[in-house]
């Protein structure tokens, strides 16, 4: 996919149904190899990152099924310790979970690289604190790091600096096999978490804590093959509900989990819009507009910095938004880039460090670029808002995070074509 082209400003009225969950569905693909047998996923997102993810498994000897029922099951038996090329693994973010995956399975791993969006630096160094106390050691040379503890894993209590997502996943697959106990200290409590916990769960790991912010995990030798239904995502649900409040029709996102939203859906009444939660559903109206908030950025259940663009955009809609809004972003100092295709369309924004202060313009057609996913997101919400023709390049950056895009849109009566 190279470009999205928009004919904006049509109110968006209707339902979407939501996928499964592109960050759940990384860790816990990878996590599969751990359990050295065939493990089937449902609702898994047919988004490009988890294309990606299966190929590098592909790569490793898995076996992958795409069932005709929707299901895809992947047979980890055949996967051997090898390195995929930097090519494959550099670009998705999600590769970095090959290392707990194989480190656990096979006392060593490693990797040549990993991708994902660019906000500037992304470190690894918790992950790599927490392997070390696991009992592996580490080397770098030409480009690959290596990872090795070839008397196997064993249990330990792991404060992290901070509570990464990245780093809570990796250790708790690599936990998972390790000899004993393992406590994780200053761990994340997102959904996707969670969610990776219930499916090593599911395999027979011995997880406590789930939610809160120490994990224990009480290693077992073996796992063993499981089925999981990937966690609807949250992050897609709050971009259509985001599209729905631009455009001022009403929109109904369905198979939800809105205890995940809550953040979202709190900064929307804020704003004075229409909310109605359902029991898997959430719907949003904001027919007259609304008024610009201060959002702040933050692990779960903070306001999630998967959706900072979005909500950005929405504070700069001249005639929808009534008043300046900000956004302090915590988790990714650099993720700003969005701003400046914003003011390619007449936005007014002022950035300071991690905070960027909004105010409503009208905003005109442009020839604007996707600097990455949900910033790609935030410009196809204000282009659909905004009257007039609209080429979003580097679509393939959105492609990443969204199923069924053009169908999913227009079936809101957005007027989109991707190329
Ligand atoms: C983060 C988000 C996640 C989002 C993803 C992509 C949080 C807590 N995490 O996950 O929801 O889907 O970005 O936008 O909101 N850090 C280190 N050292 C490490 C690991 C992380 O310093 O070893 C820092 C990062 O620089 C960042 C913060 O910790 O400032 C959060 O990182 P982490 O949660 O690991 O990132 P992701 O897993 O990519």
């Not at 980890?76 to 550099?90: D, M």
């Not at 580490?138 to 780093?167: N, T, Y």
């Not at 966690?231 to 809105?258: F, K, S």
């Not at 679509?395 to 809101?412: C, M, N, Q």
């Amino acid at each position: 996919m190279r470009k999205i082209v928009v004919r904006g400003g049509a109110e968006l009225t209707g339902e979407v149904a939501v996928g499964g969950s592109k960050n759940a569905a990384l860790p816990i693909l990878f996590a599969g190899i751990v359990t050295e047998e065939t493990c089937v996923f449902y609702n898994l997102p047919r988004v490009s990152d988890v294309l990606r993810a299966l190929e590098i498994l592909h790569f490793l000897g898995a076996r992958i099924a795409f069932e005709k029922s929707g299901e895809v099951s992947v047979d980890y038996a055949p996967v051997t310790p090898k390195t995929p090329p930097a090519a494959l693994t550099s670009s998705i973010r999600g590769s970095v979970y090959l290392l707990g995956a194989m480190l656990a399975r096979f006392g060593e791993a490693a990797l040549a690289g990993a991708g994902g969006c660019d906000f500037g630096v992304r470190p690894i160094d918790q992950h790599l604190f927490g392997f070390g106390k696991l009992g592996a050691t580490e080397e770098r040379a030409e480009g690959v790091l290596r990872l090795r503890a070839e008397e196997g894993l064993c249990g330990a209590r792991i404060r992290l600096a901070m509570p990464s997502v990245g780093a809570s996943a990796n250790l708790l697959i690599a936990a998972s096999r390790a000899a004993g106990r393992t406590v994780i200290e200053n761990a994340a409590a997102e959904p996707h978490i969670a969610a990776l916990a219930a499916f090593l769960s599911a395999a027979g790991a011995h997880i406590e804590g789930v939610g809160t912010s120490t994990l224990t995990v009480i290693g077992v030798p073996r796992l063993h093959g499981a089925r999981v239904t990937i966690i609807p995502d949250m992050i897609e649900a709050g971009t259509y509900l985001a599209l729905g409040v631009a455009c001022g029709g009403r929109v109904r996102v369905r198979g939800v989990c809105p205890a995940h939203l809550t953040a979202l859906t709190d900064a929307f009444s804020e704003m004075g819009v229409g909310v109605e939660i359902g029991k898997d559903t959430i719907a949003v109206s904001a027919p007259e507009g609304y008024r610009g908030i201060d959002v702040e950025t933050g692990p779960y259940p903070a306001f999630p910095t998967d959706l900072h663009p979005q909500m950005a955009a929405l504070f700069c809609l001249g005639g929808r938004a009534g008043s300046k809004g900000s956004v302090t972003e915590n988790v990714w100092e650099s993720r700003f880039r969005y701003t400046e295709e914003l003011r390619r369309m007449g936005a007014r924004i002022d950035v300071e460090d991690r905070r960027a202060v909004f105010y409503p313009s009208a905003l005109t057609s442009a020839k604007i670029k996707a600097p990455d996913l949900r910033g790609g997101a935030a410009l196809l919400i204000a282009a659909l808002s905004t009257r007039g023709i609209f080429e979003i390049d580097n679509a393939g950056a959105v492609a990443r995070g969204y199923e069924h895009l053009e169908s999913k849109l227009r079936g809101i009566g957005a007027r989109v074509q991707i190329y």
